[in-house]
T-cell receptor, first 111, second 114 residues
């Protein structure tokens, strides 16, 4: 079974401070991990995914298979980063590519 | 391109009724996935349609059924509604079914069951 855990429902960070949103997963096979973001009054959208190894809007995430984690990080928070963030997992097996989401973390950047 | 569109925006039903939600995928996409998002929870996968067939299914009862049309649009049907079916229903489209194919989400349909 696939499971994604985001331990923090709410996270407040001062502007300019570092941000880390935690994500842990449980899956016996090889996973692909994603971060989705939902800004106020906008639809859910992909922020970044492990396979791309990209930095998007200053955010990065490293897959740690030993700790089964995929934490999202940004060195200097900006006010426009305030949003709801969801970590998601997909299996790397054909026919089982559904997305399993965590419960989300609401990030608030304090000016 | 308006992206993924869903209708209606909001819906109120009573227990035992049936409901149909509709989704039009982003232009060029052929795969539609449906998710249920209860209040305070992340989206939960219901099922996925590709080539007019259900390809994957999450842990939802048979009361939840769907359909995909030749133009790739899709419907989600829920029979014998329960109070617990109240949620935001999200549709997502992609090109193909693979994990590497980005899913684009619609704005959702808010279903309230009284």
């Amino acid at each position: 079974a696939q499971r994604v855990t985001q331990p923090e429902k709410l996270l407040s960070v001062f502007k300019g401070a570092p941000v880390e949103l935690k994500c842990n997963y449980s899956y016996s096979g090889s996973p692909e991990l994603f971060w989705y973001v939902q800004y106020s009054r906008q639809r859910l959208q992909l922020l970044l995914r492990h396979i791309s190894r990209e930095s998007i809007k200053g955010f990065t995430a490293d897959l740690n298979k030993g700790e089964t984690s995929f934490h999202l990080k940004k060195p200097f928070a900006q006010e426009e980063d305030s949003a709801m963030y969801y970590c998601a997992l997909s299996a790397l097996t054909r026919g089982n590519e559904k997305l399993t989401f965590g419960t989300g973390t609401r990030l608030t950047i304090i000016p | 391109d308006a992206g993924v569109t869903q209708s209606p925006t909001h819906l109120i039903k009573t227990r035992g009724q049936q409901v149909t939600l509709r989704c039009s995928p982003k232009s060029g996409h052929d795969t539609v996935s449906w998710y249920q998002q209860a209040l305070g929870q992340g989206p939960q996968f219901i099922f996925q349609y590709y080539e007019e067939e259900e390809r994957q299914r999450g842990n939802f009862p048979d009361r939840f059924s769907g359909h995909q049309f030749p133009n790739y649009s899709s419907e989600l049907n829920v029979n014998a509604l329960l109070l617990g079916d109240s949620a935001l229903y999200l549709c997502a489209s992609s090109w193909g079914t693979g994990y590497s194919n980005e899913q684009f989400f619609g704005p959702g349909t808010r279903l309230t069951v009284l």
